[in-house]
């Protein structure tokens, strides 16, 4: 079993930045793919960013494209995501999520996902 705790999230002015952090239970973080997901109110949880068991690949959605970036230390159990040029849209709870699937492309669903964080609010006002 693994636990994933994120922290990091807050309010912030739209342009802002935030880097949130995803700390990991266990000895074999190393092992699983890490995501990033956000749910804002109403809609359904989407797919934000992702990076692979090696760090080799990553994987992100084009509505943050070039405003957010995954990394991982895995000698700290750690996964950030740092948040630049934040807008309002972005508004939601983001969830870090651990899965146990090997693959070369990092995976985008969410069912792919096997251990998920509690989340970890983010609000941009306008």
């Known amino acids: 079993q693994v636990q994933l705790l994120e922290s990091g999230g807050g309010l912030v002015q739209a342009g802002g930045s935030l880097r949130l952090s995803c700390t990991a239970s266990?000895?074999?973080?190393?092992?699983?793919?890490m995501g990033w997901f956000r749910q804002a109110p109403g809609k359904e949880r989407e797919f934000v960013t992702g990076?692979?068991?090696?760090?080799?690949?990553?994987a992100i959605a084009d509505s943050v494209k070039g405003r957010f970036t995954i990394s991982r230390d895995n000698a700290k159990n750690t996964v950030h995501l740092q948040m630049n040029n934040l807008k309002p849209e972005g508004t939601a709870v983001y969830y870090c999520a651990a899965s146990t699937r090997r693959t070369v492309v990092v995976l985008t669903g969410a069912g792919s996902y096997d251990y998920w964080g509690q989340g970890t609010q983010v609000t941009v006002s306008s």
């Open positions: 266990g000895r074999t973080f190393s092992s699983y793919t």
């Open positions: 990076i692979s068991w090696r760090g080799g690949s990553t």
